[in-house]
């Protein structure tokens, strides 16, 4: 027996070499794999198999026919241009404020960078009602040019209107990745640079910008990817000629068994990978990794003459447009009536009133859903980074693949996979699995781990092997250095994933609406949800929509002095 | 601390118990009830709640927990919960509970509240075969913000027709039939009044006028409270409790409306069936009909002895002959075509918008040309676009045809393979593209000619 024990043992550590994997990475590869399976892959295909079931037994005829329809053909070449030009316009608002904020020293630069995620916070319906009522074809902006002028601008009319939307509500994905890039690049390179004579746009074209592309095409991938799947906006706007759209709408009607709509999803899905991959080939077989960890970020200058007002002009210029909507709702949460003018007729507290007698419990439990799967997305999304990144394994683009397959998975596919699947099994005191709220925090974990995904795997790309490797010489496990070598060089890429993942879970209501079974557990987006449905509700829900998007704006400015902290505690501080 | 012996929750049921018991001596009818009750619903917390409240009132010792889902996903909960489901379903969406009946989700009750009318208008108010009940009746009409209208100096709109007039090009909405089972009743409505032919060439006149098909019902309200729009298709209450609520909007019902109840049933296997059919009784009820009656709600009571109760002006259909009672509507027609008639209304409509607002636009521009300066060709070329943008891809037969409009429905295993959804479909949007295209190219020829 110990004879043939022996070579077993050996042929299981030779494999471990071949994939470059210690048992624990093994084990930590099998343990993410299992979540996964039990929470995504089972759930969501038990409800999409509704895609390949004809009358007698399995069928491609539905692939078939989504190919004939000329209306889905055009609704697919309608979402590839919305979603290119949401990533163009979005990356010119994001890129110039992610070099501002790096470059150059600003008072109130934690304020900045906690109103750039703001504009991802838009609640339910109430966002959707303040968007009409500021940039709609009678909101305040038109009222009063056509008052004035006898013009009006329709921002929000057509497929241009979607792509303006669509790129205020996600610019805060290439800033908050971009900005976490430019943080990780060694200054010393920045120096070389000028030494050899580089200044202003060259050096930024040449040296700073390539060295922070891991970022940039970080968040210009998820903002490709989510517009493309995304029907929030597109319905808002009435433009259903869309995919994500076309979907929902069939896979939402009553009898929800339209089997096209879960062809469109698994469409939507396939060319979701397509895009990822695409985007990994950019910065692929490329180094971004530098070994020296000296200096934190670019070195800052203080910002003098007309370049400081139009550095300020523009930040400000893309803080009003992002936040308008934001001001909306802040507007007719205090509003009595809001109806065709530029502003409510009167003001009021007692929608206030109202929600925090009824609805106060559902703040703290949307703190702590979102805390919940934000930090589970931040722990998955560098464990599977670094699995990517570090080892062999095979399969393991698949994995990172099928984590971002998740964003073109809605919300309701998920919701009632979960259902179907857990709701038989019972925990101890009787309560349907499903319906726990554990389950919630699980559900928005799932959706959101891209955010985070693509954040680590960014940060991650910055970091040179040999730092590890250096560790490990020094006598480190596998585990160890990456808690203690990796973990904190790549901070600020966490938060971001973080802060993105927290404030996208805190409006998310296809999956609440599904899984919340009690009114104790139900978070803030249900009590919108509610509110919104009723004309009396407009107010209280418009108020608690502000108090979503203060709760994720105060943990989004935590996170920035975190991250700060750290950036002072690593390098050489603010000034230098 | 004394007795830790005894769990917590033992003593308290045995309390619980003890209470019951007492009260089963002094009313034995109301002791049987359970302790909660579940009810799964689309309704606001208008609705709800005081109804939760006042019926926990009436049966002290029910807790009543209210799940707001809207219908999709109330449907959807119900069907994945089957195990333990919630008590009741409550909606106004007849096709959810059409589609819940299908499914065996739905237990059957006579309820014994005495005074119900048997039918609203010509609309049966409940379930043939007792599997739902109406317990409050609504409407479809028109509602028009007011300081909209003044501002574009719009008429006050009263009947269907008028939605077809020039001057309300893009300031009308709608949710689609498919999206909103009200909406679709309505449409149904016009197709059972005008009949199939002319009841889609209105549709589409209106439809040209649309600035939105929104997908989802209470999205239209929305827009006219806010004033994004200035007219929409809504159902009563929607208006009537937005003016309650201080929006300055009007509601008005056509002559040709089509009155429907909103409905509620026990789900099959309920945990808590005696509070279900408590809950019932107790909607039907004089206290539970007169809640219809508070202005946030604003809904009808299908117990016509309520309506001497009612505030002055308050539309009474069993009175008031004109609301609802001159179409006659027959229900297994309806429910025959019902995917199909709403798969159509997306193609004509929701998802050719664009190019149907551009013909119908064109026609408009070319018929104001020709009153202005007749021309004989000019007129006849606007005829031909008029019929194009008005015309339906199918005829009445084939859409009551079983095996054509079977081609709509879920998918089964006795179900004789035929053309697919997806082919007719296809052929359907084909039709859409290319009428209004060659509409719109006639109408501004004809508007050429009249230059």
Same mark, same amino acid.
Request: proline share 6%.
């Given at each position: ?576 | ?56 009132? $009436? ?302 636009? $064109? ?66 949007? $084909? ?21």
């Amino acid at each position: 027996m110990v004879a043939l024990e022996a070579p077993l043992a050996a042929r299981r550590v030779g494999l471990l070499r071949r994939w470059g994997v210690s048992p624990a990475q093994l084990a930590l590869a099998v343990l993410i794999v299992a979540f996964l399976t039990a929470f995504l892959i089972v759930p969501v295909s038990r409800v999409m198999v509704a895609a390949f079931e004809g009358p007698t037994g399995f069928t491609l005829v539905h692939f078939g026919d989504f190919f004939r329809t000329s209306l889905f053909l055009e609704s697919f070449f309608n979402s590839l241009y919305v979603a290119v030009g949401a990533v163009v316009l979005a990356s010119l608002l994001a890129v110039p404020c992610a070099y501002f904020l790096a470059r150059f020293d600003f008072k109130g630069a934690g304020l900045i960078q906690a109103l750039g995620v703001v504009p991802l916070v838009m609640p339910p319906f109430v966002g959707a009602v303040a968007m009409q009522l500021i940039f709609g074809r009678n909101g305040t902006v038109n009222l009063l040019l056509n008052d004035w002028f006898g013009f009006r601008i329709p921002f929000m009319e057509g497929l241009n209107g979607v792509i303006f939307v669509e790129a205020l509500h996600y610019f805060p994905f290439i800033l908050l990745n971009l900005s976490a890039s430019l943080a990780n690049i060694d200054s010393s390179m920045e120096e070389s640079a000028q030494n050899l004579g580089a200044r202003g746009w060259t050096l930024f074209r040449r040296i700073v910008f390539p060295l922070a592309m891991p970022g940039y095409v970080a968040g210009a991938a998820l903002v490709f990817v989510k517009v493309f799947d995304d029907l929030g906006t597109p319905l808002l706007l009435s433009q259903t000629n869309l995919l994500a759209p076309q979907a929902y709408l069939r896979i939402t009607s009553v009898g929800l068994n339209d089997p096209m709509g879960y062809v469109i999803s698994a469409i939507l899905v396939a060319f979701s990978l397509m895009a990822m991959a695409a985007s990994g080939l950019i910065t692929r077989g490329r180094d971004y990794a530098t070994q020296q960890r000296g200096g934190g970020g670019l070195a800052r200058r203080p910002l003098v003459g007309w370049r400081k007002t139009v550095a300020w002009s523009f930040i400000i210029l893309v803080v009003v447009l992002s936040l308008s909507p934001h001001v909306g709702i802040l507007l007719l949460s205090f509003a009595t009536v809001w109806s065709f003018s530029p502003l409510p007729d009167a003001f009021t507290i007692k929608h206030y009133a109202t929600v925090f007698a009824d609805s106060a419990h559902m703040m703290g439990n949307t703190l702590l859903y979102c805390g919940l799967a934000a930090t589970i997305d931040v722990v998955l999304g560098v464990s599977i980074a670094y699995l990517v990144a570090r080892t062999r394994l095979p399969g393991r683009r698949l994995l990172d693949g099928l984590v971002m397959a998740s964003l073109a998975v809605p919300g309701l596919v998920l919701g009632i996979g979960i259902l179907r699947t857990y709701y038989g099994v019972e925990l101890p005191g009787g309560v349907p699995l499903a319906t726990f709220w554990g389950m919630l925090v699980i559900g928005y974990a799932i959706r959101r781990l891209p955010y985070a995904l693509r954040a680590c795997d960014a940060a991650l790309k910055q970091v040179h092997e040999s730092l590890e490797e250096a560790a490990e010489n020094l006598g480190a496990g596998k585990l160890t250095a990456l808690r203690r070598i990796v973990v904190p060089l790549i901070t600020g890429g966490m938060l971001a994933g973080f802060v993105t993942s927290f404030a996208t879970a805190a409006v998310e209501l296809s999956e609440t609406l599904l899984l919340v079974t009690r009114d104790v557990d139900a978070p803030i987006s249900y009590g919108i949800y509610v509110y919104m449905q009723s004309p009396a509700g407009r107010g209280p829900g418009a108020a608690l929509g502000v108090i979503a998007v203060i709760v994720v704006a105060l943990g989004a400015w935590f996170s920035h002095r975190i991250a700060e902290r750290e950036r002072l505690r690593r390098g050489r501080g603010g000034t230098a | 601390m004394t007795d830790r012996g005894t769990p917590k929750w033992r003593r308290r049921a045995a309390l619980g118990l003890a209470v019951a018991a007492g009260l089963g001596l002094a009313a034995p009818a109301r002791a049987q009830l359970e302790e909660r009750l579940v009810i799964i619903t689309s309704f606001s917390k208008d609705v709800t709640e005081p109804y939760a409240k006042a019926f926990m009132a $009436a049966h002290p010792g029910v807790k009543v927990e209210i799940l707001n889902r809207n219908t999709t996903a109330g449907v959807a909960y119900v069907r994945e919960t089957r195990s333990n489901p919630p008590d009741v379903f409550w909606a106004s969406a007849p096709d959810a509970f059409e589609v819940l009946k299908k499914g065996k989700l739905l237990e059957a009750y006579k309820p014994a509240a005495p005074g119900i009318a048997e039918k609203v208008g010509t609309f049966p108010i409940n379930d043939p075969e007792g599997f739902f009940f109406g317990f409050a009746a609504s409407g479809y009409g028109i509602m028009y913000n007011t300081r909209y209208v003044k501002a574009n100096e719009l008429p006050t709109p009263k009947e269907w027709a008028d939605l077809k007039k020039p001057v309300y090009f893009g300031h009308i909405g709608i949710s689609a039939p498919s999206r909103s089972g009200t909406t679709h009743l309505t449409v149904e409505n016009i197709l059972q009044a005008q009949g199939w032919e002319k009841g889609w060439a209105t549709l589409l006149e209106i439809g040209g006028n649309l600035v939105q098909v929104s997908d989802r019902s209470f999205g239209v309200p929305d827009a006219v409270n806010s004033g994004q729009y200035g007219l929409g298709i809504v159902i009563d209450f929607f208006g009537l409790s937005a003016k309650a609520s201080g929006f300055p909007v009007e509601f008005v019902y056509p002559g040709e409306t089509a009155i429907v109840p909103a409905n509620v049933g026990i789900i099959a296997g309920a945990k808590n069936p005696k509070a279900a059919r408590a809950f019932i009784e107790f909607l039907l009820s004089d206290a539970g009909q007169k809640i219809l009656l508070d202005p946030k709600i604003s809904r009808l009571p299908v117990k016509p002895a309520m309506y001497a109760n009612a505030p002055a002006g308050y539309p009474n259909p069993f009175k008031d002959t004109a609301l609802g009672s001159r179409v006659s509507f027959d229900s297994l027609l309806s429910e025959g075509r019902y995917e199909l008639v709403n798969s159509l209304y997306d193609r004509l409509v929701t998802f050719r918008l664009k190019e149907l607002n551009a013909a119908w636009k $064109a026609i408009h521009t070319a018929e104001a040309a020709l009153a202005k300066k007749a021309n004989a060709e000019g007129a006849k070329l606007v005829v031909e676009a008029r019929r194009l943008a008005s015309t339906v891809p199918i005829n009445e037969a084939d859409a009551n045809n079983k095996d054509i409009a079977g081609a709509f429905q879920p998918v089964s295993k006795d179900k004789k393979p035929g053309q697919r959804q997806a082919e007719f479909e296809e052929r359907w949007d $084909a039709h859409a593209k290319k009428n209004y295209a060659e509409a719109k190219a006639l109408a501004d020829k004809a508007a050429a000619m009249a230059k």
